[in-house]
């Protein structure tokens, strides 16, 4: 790939300008031009910038640095080399001084330039963009945005030399009417002198005052209208600041906000806040110049008060630009990383606050702590209402307490809250059906900071997304369904937490298809075949054409309230059983394409009945959740087609399904005609040869499992080659028939095991079985030991 720096010395207008304002101070673009390859070849990335034990690697990093650069500078010669000689050990040596004592901030430094710039140079590459394409949209919007600062900067540049107009008017005003005292003082000493003088000194006098009353009088006019002026055109500059902040906070940070809350359900990242931050800093600055410049247009008007309306408007327009500081600064104090939405009692969790202003309004001169509280729903309702809650929680939070830390390298402020952990929950009374899953909380982050000198202090808060609180893994399915469906349907400036009972089928669609895809961590989503299978699923209907659903509501009751018709489980725990099954043991055949899943018995037969003999498809269970099946097509004189009981992941801990299917010799093409081999045969497990025994480790020798299905053995009249010399260890022994399966006691409450670890109870199971099969008498239909 070309160097990342050849790309970005190409860059052009506001790109390149973006790209210089990287450099500075802390990290000199001549550092970056010199050492570009050395710097792109180094490990940045590898370092985990929270774990005090990498700073070893961050102190080579910087040695390395250092070196590079008084080689670079010793290698200089002849009259050009000479200054650049001097420059590079001199910026060694600024480097090795602000580094020292805190490498991993370099390292924090250069990842911050260089993930800019690759991305800068990305954008570049892609565009010019598609007219009417979302990127063109975006980069529009942007375009605006940084005109309408332009036009801002302008206006106050304006401002400011107006100001410095009326200052020196102003002092000049002051010194005439000092004069014009002191000939008031020459008059009265007037009388001392005799008759003669008196007289022609006072004409002249006279005059001389006369001239300069009028000229005060005029001046005066003209400072009030200068005065009046400049505080119209503030009262134009905040209107336009106002519209700026509104596009900056309401749309583009609210948009940001929106996408962390998809994010939570597995949607695309919700991007870095660097071009917001930009965006909130360049706001601060100019708010905080334009109420700097009232404040010395206010100090000019007591200095030398004239009647008028000047005091009134100043007055205001102090107000309103408090309000516009305040509303910036308790805006931009946002969570960068969200808690975990399922939050589980007793065990540690992280969070991020970040104040994106905190840099340019010199906040961290005075480091702010911030603190975190657990509380529910109604008190956040009261909390936004401003109905004072006197400081309820609703749950105790171990470590909620954290300063925030300035990097100087990236300009961010914020909090890194690592070792929170909820100590215990106290949970309201619920309304009517509502079970402890459907339970809102938020975590509340509080903080104060006084700005320009404790002259303005803010109380800042924030609300996490919603989060329920679980004390054990058989709740977090349901607890999920609960954040799934908040995440995906919350609307924009809700009373906290509603989200509408009711919402349409392709909407839910949306939310499930890439909550499945970032689960099972594939690109292969739900086709619209699967999507009108779980619509059948959920609205107990038959018709399969996705339009028909198109109108359809469904309810959060339908969704994981209410058991599916004739089951004991609701539509989300079976959709999420499928998830968890493909995550843990099937994600590659997923992905490979092997898995049809979606679809019922009658659906399987349709399909494998013209198909030739030895066809099977996997297909998730009906009745058993986060169970997958074999179906399979063998005309025999009993049946054409088989259905083997479902596995479940507690299965593939055991032996997984490419073995499994290795195992079943019969069956010979995935549906509708892959051989078996060709898809499955990468994920077995190798086998050892006969020829090559495995040895005997301290005595005991290794016995292997495989798979048969007894049944269906007998009913083919195909015995597995070679005799079957294994023990049978199915998931049930048989296909569909009834005293079979009692053969393994169907545990009636099997739990997914959430944490997906090999259990020992069920290998303490599967030994007794095996133990009472052996005591019991031989069964025709199993297949008896080959003696050896």
Same mark, same amino acid.
């Given at each position: 790939?070309?160097a990342?720096?050849?790309q970005a010395?190409?860059l052009?207008g506001?790109?390149l300008?973006?790209m210089?304002?990287?450099y500075?101070?802390?990290?000199p673009?001549e550092?970056?031009h010199?050492l570009?390859?050395w710097?792109?070849s180094q490990?940045w990335d590898?370092?985990?910038?929270d774990?005090?034990?990498?700073n070893?690697k961050a102190?080579q990093?910087?040695?390395?640095?250092?070196?590079e650069l008084?080689?670079?500078?010793?290698?200089?010669?002849?009259?050009?080399?000479?200054?650049?000689?001097?420059?590079l050990?001199?910026?060694?040596?600024q480097?090795?001084?602000t580094?020292?004592?805190?490498p991993m901030e370099?390292?924090?430094?250069?990842r911050h330039?260089l993930y800019?710039?690759?991305?800068?140079v990305r954008e570049?590459n892609?565009?010019?963009?598609?007219a009417?394409?979302?990127?063109?949209?975006?980069?529009?919007?942007h375009?605006?945005?940084?005109?309408t600062f332009e036009?801002?900067?302008l206006?106050?540049?304006?401002s400011?030399n107006?100001?410095k107009?009326l200052?020196q008017?102003?002092e000049y005003?002051?010194?005439?009417?000092q004069e014009?005292?002191?000939?008031?003082?020459?008059f009265?000493q007037?009388?001392q002198l005799?008759?003669?003088e008196?007289?022609?000194?006072e004409?002249?006098?006279?005059?001389?005052?006369?001239?300069?009353e009028?000229?005060?009088?005029?001046?005066a006019?003209t400072?009030?209208?200068y005065?009046v002026?400049?505080?119209?055109?503030?009262?134009?500059?905040?209107?336009?600041l106002?519209?700026q902040?509104?596009t900056?906070?309401?749309d583009e940070?609210i948009?940001w906000?929106?996408?962390q809350?998809l994010?939570g359900?597995?949607g695309?990242p919700e991007?870095t806040?660097d071009?917001l931050?930009?965006?909130c800093e360049?706001?601060a600055?100019?708010?905080?110049?334009n109420?700097?410049?009232?404040?010395?247009?206010e100090?000019?008007c007591?200095?030398l008060?004239?009647?008028?309306?000047?005091?009134?408007?100043l007055?205001?327009?102090?107000?309103?630009?408090?309000?516009?500081?305040?509303?910036?600064?308790t805006s931009t104090?946002?969570i960068?990383?969200q808690?975990? @939405?399922?939050? +589980?009692?007793?065990? $540690?969790f992280?969070? !991020?606050?970040?104040l994106?202003?905190?840099g340019? /309004? %010199?906040v961290?001169?005075?480091?702010?702590?911030?603190?975190?509280?657990?509380i529910?729903? @109604?008190?956040? +309702?009261?909390l936004? $209402?401003?109905?004072? !809650?006197?400081n309820?929680?609703?749950g105790?939070i /171990? %470590?909620?307490?954290?300063v925030m830390?300035?990097h100087q390298?990236?300009?961010t402020?914020s909090?890194h809250?690592?070792?929170?952990s909820?100590?215990r929950i106290k949970?309201?009374?619920?309304?009517g059906?509502?079970?402890?899953t459907?339970?809102?909380?938020?975590?509340l982050f509080?903080?104060?900071?006084?700005?320009?000198?404790?002259?303005?202090?803010?109380?800042?808060?924030?609300?996490?997304?919603?989060?329920v609180?679980i004390?054990?893994?058989?709740?977090?399915?349901?607890?999920?369904?609960?954040?799934?469906?908040?995440?995906?349907f919350a609307?924009?400036g809700?009373v906290?937490?509603?989200?509408?009972?009711k919402?349409?089928?392709p909407?839910?669609c949306e939310?499930l298809?890439m909550?499945f895809?970032a689960e099972?961590?594939?690109?292969?989503?739900?086709?619209?075949?699967?999507?009108?299978f779980l619509?059948?699923?959920?609205?107990?209907?038959t018709s399969?054409?996705?339009?028909d659903?198109?109108s359809?509501?469904?309810?959060?009751?339908?969704?994981n309230?209410?058991?599916?018709?004739?089951?004991?489980?609701?539509?989300?725990?079976w959709f999420d059983?499928?998830?968890?099954?493909?995550k843990?043991?099937l994600?590659?055949?997923?992905?490979?394409g092997a898995?049809?899943?979606f679809?019922?018995?009658q659906?399987a037969?349709?399909?494998?009945?013209s198909?030739?003999?030895g066809t099977?498809l996997?297909?998730?269970?009906?009745?058993?959740?986060?169970?997958?099946?074999?179906?399979?097509?063998f005309d025999?004189s009993?049946?054409?087609?088989?259905?083997?009981?479902?596995?479940?992941?507690?299965?593939f801990?055991i032996?997984?399904l490419?073995?499994r299917l290795?195992d079943?010799?019969?069956l010979?093409y995935?549906f509708?005609?892959?051989?078996k081999?060709?898809?499955?045969?990468?994920?077995?497990?190798p086998?050892?040869?006969e020829?090559t025994?495995a040895?005997?480790?301290?005595g005991?020798v290794?016995p292997?499992?495989?798979?048969?299905?007894p049944e269906?053995?007998?009913?083919?009249?195909?015995?597995?080659?070679?005799?079957?010399?294994?023990?049978d260890?199915?998931?049930?022994?048989?296909?569909?028939?009834?005293?079979?399966?009692?053969?393994y006691?169907?545990n009636?409450?099997t739990?997914?095991?959430?944490?997906?670890d090999?259990?020992?109870d069920?290998?303490?199971d599967?030994a007794r079985h095996v133990?009472e099969?052996l005591?019991?008498?031989?069964d025709?239909q199993?297949?008896?030991?080959?003696q050896?």
């Amino acid at each position: 790939a070309m160097a990342v720096w050849i790309q970005a010395q190409q860059l052009q207008g506001e790109a390149l300008r973006q790209m210089q304002a990287l450099y500075g101070q802390h990290f000199p673009i001549e550092v970056r031009h010199y050492l570009s390859q050395w710097i792109e070849s180094q490990p940045w990335d590898s370092i985990d910038l929270d774990n005090p034990q990498e700073n070893v690697k961050a102190t080579q990093l910087l040695e390395g640095l250092i070196q590079e650069l008084q080689k670079k500078a010793d290698h200089q010669v002849g009259e050009d080399g000479f200054l650049l000689k001097i420059k590079l050990g001199h910026y060694a040596t600024q480097l090795q001084n602000t580094y020292d004592r805190c490498p991993m901030e370099l390292v924090r430094c250069i990842r911050h330039i260089l993930y800019h710039e690759q991305r800068l140079v990305r954008e570049a590459n892609n565009s010019p963009s598609p007219a009417g394409s979302l990127v063109d949209a975006m980069s529009q919007k942007h375009l605006q945005i940084n005109q309408t600062f332009e036009e801002l900067r302008l206006i106050t540049q304006d401002s400011e030399n107006e100001l410095k107009k009326l200052q020196q008017t102003q002092e000049y005003f002051i010194i005439q009417y000092q004069e014009n005292m002191r000939l008031q003082a020459q008059f009265s000493q007037l009388s001392q002198l005799g008759p003669q003088e008196r007289l022609s000194r006072e004409t002249t006098l006279q005059q001389k005052k006369a001239s300069l009353e009028a000229w005060l009088h005029r001046e005066a006019q003209t400072l009030q209208q200068y005065r009046v002026d400049l505080a119209e055109k503030h009262q134009k500059t905040l209107q336009l600041l106002r519209k700026q902040q509104t596009t900056i906070l309401d749309d583009e940070l609210i948009q940001w906000k929106r996408r962390q809350q998809l994010a939570g359900n597995g949607g695309p990242p919700e991007g870095t806040l660097d071009v917001l931050q930009t965006w909130c800093e360049k706001l601060a600055e100019i708010i905080w110049q334009n109420r700097q410049q009232i404040r010395r247009a206010e100090h000019l008007c007591q200095q030398l008060p004239i009647p008028g309306p000047v005091e009134e408007m100043l007055s205001e327009l102090n107000g309103t630009i408090t309000d516009i500081i305040s509303a910036l600064v308790t805006s931009t104090f946002i969570i960068e990383k969200q808690t975990p @939405q399922v939050l +589980k009692t007793q065990t $540690k969790f992280a969070a !991020t606050v970040r104040l994106l202003v905190g840099g340019k /309004l %010199n906040v961290h001169m005075n480091p702010p702590q911030v603190k975190a509280t657990i509380i529910s729903e @109604q008190q956040a +309702k009261a909390l936004l $209402k401003n109905e004072s !809650t006197r400081n309820e929680s609703s749950g105790e939070i /171990l %470590n909620n307490c954290c300063v925030m830390e300035y990097h100087q390298a990236t300009g961010t402020l914020s909090a890194h809250f690592r070792n929170m952990s909820l100590k215990r929950i106290k949970r309201s009374d619920r309304r009517g059906a509502e079970s402890v899953t459907e339970e809102k909380f938020t975590i509340l982050f509080e903080s104060q900071f006084s700005v320009g000198g404790n002259e303005l202090v803010f109380q800042v808060k924030t609300l996490s997304l919603p989060v329920v609180v679980i004390v054990h893994g058989s709740q977090d399915n349901n607890a999920t369904a609960t954040v799934l469906w908040d995440n995906a349907f919350a609307e924009p400036g809700r009373v906290p937490f509603a989200v509408p009972d009711k919402v349409q089928w392709p909407q839910l669609c949306e939310a499930l298809n890439m909550k499945f895809k970032a689960e099972v961590q594939s690109s292969r989503g739900l086709t619209k075949e699967n999507l009108v299978f779980l619509a059948q699923k959920l609205f107990n209907s038959t018709s399969s054409h996705l339009e028909d659903y198109g109108s359809t509501m469904v309810s959060w009751s339908q969704f994981n309230r209410e058991n599916l018709p004739g089951r004991n489980y609701t539509f989300w725990q079976w959709f999420d059983g499928v998830m968890e099954v493909l995550k843990k043991h099937l994600k590659p055949h997923w992905n490979d394409g092997a898995i049809l899943g979606f679809v019922n018995k009658q659906q399987a037969h349709d399909l494998l009945i013209s198909k030739p003999d030895g066809t099977f498809l996997l297909r998730f269970s009906d009745s058993e959740i986060g169970g997958i099946t074999i179906a399979w097509k063998f005309d025999s004189s009993e049946r054409m087609f088989w259905n083997l009981m479902p596995f479940t992941t507690r299965d593939f801990s055991i032996r997984s399904l490419a073995d499994r299917l290795g195992d079943l010799n019969y069956l010979i093409y995935v549906f509708p005609d892959r051989p078996k081999d060709e898809v499955f045969s990468k994920y077995y497990t190798p086998v050892l040869c006969e020829s090559t025994p495995a040895k005997a480790v301290d005595g005991y020798v290794k016995p292997q499992i495989k798979q048969v299905v007894p049944e269906f053995v007998s009913a083919s009249g195909d015995a597995a080659p070679g005799g079957a010399t294994y023990m049978d260890q199915a998931p049930s022994p048989a296909v569909c028939s009834q005293p079979h399966y009692n053969m393994y006691p169907q545990n009636p409450d099997t739990v997914l095991d959430p944490e997906g670890d090999f259990d020992l109870d069920d290998t303490i199971d599967v030994a007794r079985h095996v133990e009472e099969l052996l005591r019991r008498p031989v069964d025709s239909q199993w297949i008896p030991h080959a003696q050896s």
